[in-house]
C-alpha cells in the first residue's frame, strides 16, 4: 500500500469538446424546500477555449421583510502562459460598485503540479494584499502525498501550522483506501491524530462503503463514529449516500443523505464546467442534473437544499434567468457601441459589466440607454453582460 492524496480544493481538467459537448450556464440551488424563490443563483461564464473565466452570485437576502434576490459576488479567473489557473479574485458589490475583497493565488512545480494555494486579503483594509492561508502540497511521483493548511501569524510574520490532511491507496488498484487528518498542537506545534475515514469498494471498484473515525485521546484510539453507504449506477456515478451516526454503544440512526441524478449521454470530458463544479462532481463520470440533501428528522426525511444544474441545448433557463444574446454595433468600434433595442434594456434596474479577454472584471455600472462608450478602453476584445432581474445578455465587441 502506498500513501497518495488527492488536491480536492481545485481541479483542473484539459477538455475535450466534441459535437455532443454541453456547457454548464448556471445553478440554482434552493433551502428547506423548493419554492418560488431559491436561495442561491450563479451564471457561469467562459472563454473560447473553455475555460472558466467568470461566476457570477446572487443569493437571497430578507429586508423589512421582503425577501428578494442580492448581487453578493463575482468570482474571476485567471490563467497563466501554460493554461493553468493562476488567480482567483472575488469581488464584492459595495456601496453600488464591485471592489476586489479576495485573491488566491496558486503556484506549480515544473510538471504542472499544484504546489502552493495562498488566500490573501487585506488587514484593516489597508492597501497591500497579504496571505492569510497557505497550503503546501508534497508530491511523490507526480501525486500528491500530503496537503498542509497553515495560517499566517502577523505578530511573528511566520506561518503557523494547523491541519495536515494524508490519503493512502491501494498500490494494485490505486483507490483511495484511507484518510487521515491531524491538528497542531498550538503549544508544541506537534502533530495530534484528529480524524480517519476508510474506503471500501465493489468489485467493479466503485465506492461501496466508507467508515468516519474521531480519534479518542483518552485511550488513544480510533472510534467508530460514522457509516456512509454508496449506490453507483452502472457507470460510477454516485446516486445516493446515506450517512448513518454511530453513538458510543454501537447504535446506527439515520443522518443524512444525498440524492443525484445525472445525463448519461454526455461525460464530462464533453463539457464546459466551471472549476468549482469540475471539484464537486470529481468522481462522477456523466455530468450532473441535481443533488438534493436531506436530513433525517422526526422520523422522515427533511430537504436541506437542492441544487440544479442547467446546460446550453438540455434545459431551460427561463425559471432561472433568461439568457439571450446581446447584438453590439458598430464591431469592431473605436468609440461608441450600440445594444439591440430591447425593452429588457431600458430602465434603471439593468446592470452592465465588462470585461477583459482574461475575465478581469473592468467596469461595472448602471445601463440607462442602448448603448456605451468604450473610447477610452484600450484595444482588444472584450466581454460585456447586461441584466436586470429578468434577463442576462451576453455579447463580445472588439475596440480598436
Given at each position: 500500500?502506498?500513501?497518495?492524496?488527492?488536491?480536492?480544493?481545485?481541479?483542473?481538467?484539459?477538455?475535450?469538446?466534441?459535437?455532443?459537448?454541453?456547457?454548464?450556464?448556471?445553478?440554482?440551488?434552493y433551502?428547506?424546500?423548493?419554492?418560488?424563490?431559491?436561495?442561491?443563483?450563479?451564471?457561469?461564464?467562459?472563454?473560447?477555449?473553455?475555460?472558466?473565466?467568470?461566476?457570477?452570485?446572487?443569493?437571497?437576502?430578507t429586508?423589512?421583510?421582503?425577501?428578494?434576490?442580492?448581487?453578493?459576488?463575482?468570482?474571476?479567473?485567471?490563467?497563466?502562459?501554460?493554461?493553468?489557473?493562476?488567480?482567483?479574485?472575488?469581488y464584492?458589490?459595495?456601496?453600488?460598485?464591485?471592489?476586489?475583497?479576495?485573491?488566491?493565488?496558486?503556484?506549480y512545480?515544473?510538471?504542472?503540479?499544484?504546489?502552493?494555494?495562498?488566500?490573501?486579503?487585506?488587514?484593516?483594509?489597508?492597501?497591500?494584499?497579504?496571505?492569510?492561508?497557505?497550503?503546501?502540497?508534497?508530491?511523490?511521483?507526480?501525486?500528491?502525498?500530503?496537503?498542509k493548511?497553515?495560517?499566517?501569524?502577523?505578530?511573528?510574520?511566520?506561518?503557523?501550522?494547523?491541519?495536515?490532511?494524508?490519503y493512502?491507496?491501494?498500490s494494485?488498484?490505486?483507490?483511495?483506501?484511507?484518510?487521515?487528518?491531524?491538528?497542531?498542537?498550538?503549544?508544541?506545534?506537534?502533530?495530534?491524530?484528529?480524524?480517519?475515514?476508510?474506503?471500501?469498494?465493489?468489485?467493479?471498484?466503485?465506492?461501496?462503503?466508507?467508515e468516519?473515525?474521531?480519534?479518542?485521546?483518552?485511550?488513544?484510539?480510533?472510534?467508530?463514529?460514522?457509516?456512509?453507504?454508496y449506490?453507483?449506477?452502472?457507470?460510477?456515478?454516485?446516486?445516493?449516500?446515506?450517512?448513518?451516526?454511530?453513538?458510543?454503544?454501537?447504535?446506527?440512526?439515520?443522518?443524512?443523505?444525498?440524492?443525484?441524478?445525472?445525463?448519461?449521454?454526455?461525460?464530462?470530458?464533453?463539457?464546459?464546467?466551471?472549476?468549482?463544479?469540475?471539484?464537486?462532481?470529481?468522481?462522477?463520470?456523466?455530468?450532473?442534473?441535481?443533488?438534493?440533501?436531506?436530513?433525517?428528522?422526526?422520523?422522515?426525511?427533511?430537504?436541506?437544499?437542492?441544487?440544479?444544474?442547467?446546460?446550453?441545448?438540455?434545459?431551460?433557463?427561463?425559471?432561472?434567468?433568461?439568457?439571450?444574446?446581446?447584438?453590439?454595433?458598430?464591431?469592431?468600434?473605436?468609440?461608441?457601441?450600440?445594444?439591440?433595442?430591447?425593452?429588457?434594456?431600458?430602465?434603471?434596474?439593468?446592470?452592465?459589466?465588462?470585461?477583459?479577454?482574461d475575465?478581469?472584471?473592468?467596469?461595472?455600472?448602471?445601463?440607462?440607454?442602448?448603448?456605451f462608450?468604450?473610447?477610452?478602453?484600450?484595444?482588444g476584445?472584450?466581454?460585456?453582460?447586461?441584466?436586470?432581474?429578468?434577463?442576462?445578455?451576453?455579447?463580445?465587441?472588439?475596440?480598436?
Amino acid at each position: 500500500m502506498k500513501k497518495i492524496t488527492v488536491f480536492t480544493i481545485v481541479s483542473f481538467i484539459v477538455f475535450n469538446i466534441n459535437a455532443q459537448s454541453a456547457r454548464l450556464d448556471s445553478m440554482i440551488s434552493y433551502l428547506d424546500t423548493l419554492s418560488e424563490m431559491p436561495y442561491t443563483k450563479c451564471i457561469y461564464q467562459y472563454n473560447d477555449e473553455g475555460k472558466s473565466t467568470a461566476t457570477i452570485k446572487w443569493n437571497t437576502v430578507t429586508s423589512n421583510g421582503i425577501v428578494e434576490y442580492k448581487e453578493i459576488q463575482i468570482d474571476s479567473f485567471y490563467y497563466n502562459e501554460q493554461g493553468f489557473l493562476s488567480r482567483i479574485s472575488g469581488y464584492s458589490l459595495i456601496n453600488g460598485t464591485y471592489v476586489e475583497t479576495s485573491r488566491t493565488l496558486l503556484e506549480y512545480d515544473n510538471d504542472g503540479n499544484n504546489t502552493i494555494f495562498i488566500s490573501q486579503g487585506k488587514i484593516f483594509n489597508g492597501p497591500e494584499w497579504v496571505g492569510i492561508w497557505l497550503w503546501e502540497n508534497t508530491y511523490e511521483n507526480g501525486l500528491l502525498s500530503d496537503q498542509k493548511l497553515s495560517s499566517k501569524n502577523f505578530s511573528t510574520e511566520m506561518w503557523s501550522p494547523l491541519y495536515l490532511e494524508e490519503y493512502s491507496y491501494d498500490s494494485i488498484t490505486g483507490l483511495k483506501v484511507q484518510e487521515n487528518s491531524f491538528n497542531y498542537d498550538d503549544q508544541t506545534g506537534e502533530e495530534e491524530p484528529s480524524n480517519r475515514t476508510n474506503f471500501f469498494y465493489d468489485k467493479n471498484g466503485y465506492l461501496e462503503r466508507s467508515e468516519g473515525h474521531k480519534y479518542n485521546f483518552d485511550s488513544s484510539s480510533f472510534e467508530l463514529t460514522s457509516i456512509r453507504n454508496y449506490t453507483m449506477d452502472d457507470f460510477g456515478n454516485n446516486l445516493l449516500s446515506l450517512n448513518n451516526k454511530i453513538d458510543s454503544n454501537g447504535e446506527e440512526t439515520l443522518s443524512s443523505r444525498s440524492r443525484s441524478t445525472y445525463n448519461t449521454n454526455i461525460e464530462r470530458s464533453q463539457a464546459y464546467l466551471p472549476i468549482n463544479i469540475i471539484a464537486q462532481i470529481s468522481n462522477t463520470k456523466h455530468i450532473i442534473l441535481d443533488r438534493t440533501s436531506e436530513s433525517w428528522e422526526n422520523e422522515e426525511w427533511q430537504v436541506s437544499s437542492k441544487a440544479i444544474y442547467y446546460y446550453s441545448g438540455l434545459t431551460k433557463t427561463e425559471d432561472l434567468l433568461n439568457v439571450e444574446e446581446l447584438k453590439i454595433f458598430p464591431n469592431p468600434s473605436n468609440s461608441m457601441v450600440y445594444f439591440n433595442n430591447h425593452e429588457a434594456l431600458k430602465g434603471t434596474n439593468s446592470i452592465i459589466q465588462i470585461f477583459q479577454s482574461d475575465g478581469r472584471l473592468i467596469f461595472t455600472g448602471r445601463l440607462n440607454e442602448n448603448k456605451f462608450d468604450v473610447q477610452n478602453f484600450q484595444s482588444g476584445l472584450y466581454s460585456i453582460l447586461v441584466r436586470n432581474d429578468k434577463s442576462l445578455f451576453s455579447g463580445k465587441f472588439i475596440k480598436l
